[in-house]
């Protein structure tokens, strides 16, 4: 075991452990989406056996060729392997997973249609499909997003069956979502009041060939706030230096240069200070608006109240980019040509989900501009949500005849971009830097108007 806690305290103790003489553990993972996939290749190459079902036949179809239904990179690779070693399969019937000792959890909760709270009921329609494969020593491990107080309900649930349950986090970024599930910075244990060291004993066994890192075993109730908590920080610290951006505007700052200044306060920290367009993806904005609904519930709505604001400041900077593409174009913008570099929420990812470049692409379409969309991997996302979109392969296509170039996923293609032979093909060398990542001086001295946010 080379799992090691951050104090005495949470330390894995030395003494012998019920799976130390098992190398192997058998492992089911429930739902094989963007998280859930990249555990259960992740898994098997940590050397279990492992089952991935998922009710998507079609998914699960792609995962058994070792082709990830979405772009991950070195999630493929990591298919092939464990598929090639007998290691990994994948299932859409339940009963693939009678074997296993722990079930991992990995549904999604998405944001329920006309409220900000989580929908449940794959997390709870998982659960009930598991329960002919639950018995007395066998693990239930939560890793989805989900409301406080989730897995004491389930646990409570599953109870009759003998089975045990733990909440165990997940905090995997997609891009990088391999390193982050085979490299984690940190793990969180949300053990249950009875059965706790057995869970334990369980985890450990699933961990063990981990690198070193910090280990935080807990109650279930702090295992499940730990990830709300940090996903609510990180769109604070985002928010937070776009309403900098706000401000910045008004008096003629520069927003870079002051998240420059700040960051190298160690409390305060560089990263996650890139003001633009705003954050995006399947689990910033839905998580703080479900924490909202759940402290709502719980009667201490007030604590978070802070993340309306947070979640106001993030909107208002698609608001801020469309308003920037209608004042450069003047008031005839109807019809006039524009390029949107960028549909996917964040680079490395095809996740188009709450996507701010999205957002920006279909508002210009609907107030009538001419809207020439690209990205290098989240067309087809794109195209299933909002087909009425122009959609072209390449960043050169886009910018043929374009007034406006908006950057708002900033691949690295696109801040890679030569503004010499981008001037060339473009109607008007006017670009909206929407991310804040293309180099300002070159870009100017090769005949651009350059407008970034915030600066
Ligand atoms: C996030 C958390 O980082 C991860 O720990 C958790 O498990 C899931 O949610 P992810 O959604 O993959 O991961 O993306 P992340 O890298 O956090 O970026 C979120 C959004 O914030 C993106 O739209 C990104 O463009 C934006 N962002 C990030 C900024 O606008 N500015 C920044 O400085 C950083």
Redesign the pocket.
């Known amino acids: 075991m080379t799992v090691r806690g951050i104090s005495d305290a949470v330390r894995v103790p030395a003494r012998a452990r019920l799976w130390d003489s098992v190398d192997a553990v058998r492992i089911s993972v429930i739902g094989c989406g963007y998280l859930g996939a990249v555990h259960a290749a992740a898994m098997a190459a940590l050397g279990h056996d492992v089952v991935g079902v998922d009710v998507d036949a079609a998914k699960v179809e792609s995962l058994s060729r070792g082709e990830a239904p979405f772009f991950e990179p070195g999630l493929d690779e990591l298919l092939a392997a464990g598929l090639a070693a007998g290691k990994l399969r994948f299932a859409t019937d339940f009963a693939a997973a009678a074997a296993a000792q722990v079930h991992f959890l990995a549904v999604g909760t998405p944001q329920l249609k006309g409220s900000r709270g989580a929908d449940m009921s794959f997390v709870y329609a998982a659960v009930d499909a598991l329960a002919p494969c639950l018995r007395p020593g066998v693990l239930v491990v939560g890793k989805s997003t989900v409301p406080v107080g989730t897995a004491a309900a389930l646990a409570e649930r599953i109870g009759p069956t003998g089975a045990l349950l733990a909440w165990n986090p ?6 990088f979502a391999v390193k982050d599930t085979l490299e984690p910075d940190r793990i969180v244990y949300g053990l249950p009041g009875v059965g706790a060291d057995q869970a334990r004993e369980l985890l450990d066994a699933v961990y063990a060939k981990l690198p070193e890192c910090p280990l935080i075993a807990t109650d279930y109730a702090t295992a499940e706030l730990v990830k709300v908590a ?2 609510s920080f ?1 769109a604070t610290k ?1 928010s937070f ?1 776009n309403a900098m951006a706000e401000v910045a505007e008004a008096v003629g700052a520069d927003v870079t240069q002051l998240a420059d200044a700040i960051g190298h306060d160690p409390r305060i920290g560089r ?4 003001a ?9 904005p839905k998580d703080i608006r479900a924490f909202q609904a759940r402290a709502d519930e719980l009667g201490v709505g007030r604590a978070v109240e802070f993340l309306d604001q947070v979640d106001a400041i993030n909107l208002r900077r698609r608001e801020r980019v469309v308003e920037l593409v209608l004042e450069t174009l003047g008031p005839e913008y109807q019809g006039h040509r524009v390029a949107v570099l960028g549909l996917a ?2 680079p490395e ?1 095809d996740d188009v989900r709450d996507s ?1 470049a999205l957002d920006v692409a279909v508002r210009l379409h609907g107030l009538g501009v001419d809207v020439v969309a690209t990205d290098p991997h989240a067309i087809d996302n794109a195209r299933r949500l909002h087909p009425q979109l122009a959609f072209v392969a390449t960043a050169e296509e886009a910018l043929a005849g374009a007034e406006v170039v908006v950057l708002v996923t900033e691949w690295a293609a696109y801040r890679g971009l030569d503004p010499a032979a981008a001037a060339k093909l473009v109607a008007v060398p006017v670009v909206i830097d929407g991310r804040n990542c293309l180099d300002v001086p070159a870009w100017r001295a090769a005949g651009w108007r350059y407008l970034g946010m915030g600066r």
């Open positions: 997940e905090f995997l970024r997609e891009g940090a996903n990180l985002i230096i990263r996650f200070l890139n633009g367009v705003g954050f995006g993806g399947g689990c910033l929420f964040k990812s701010p």
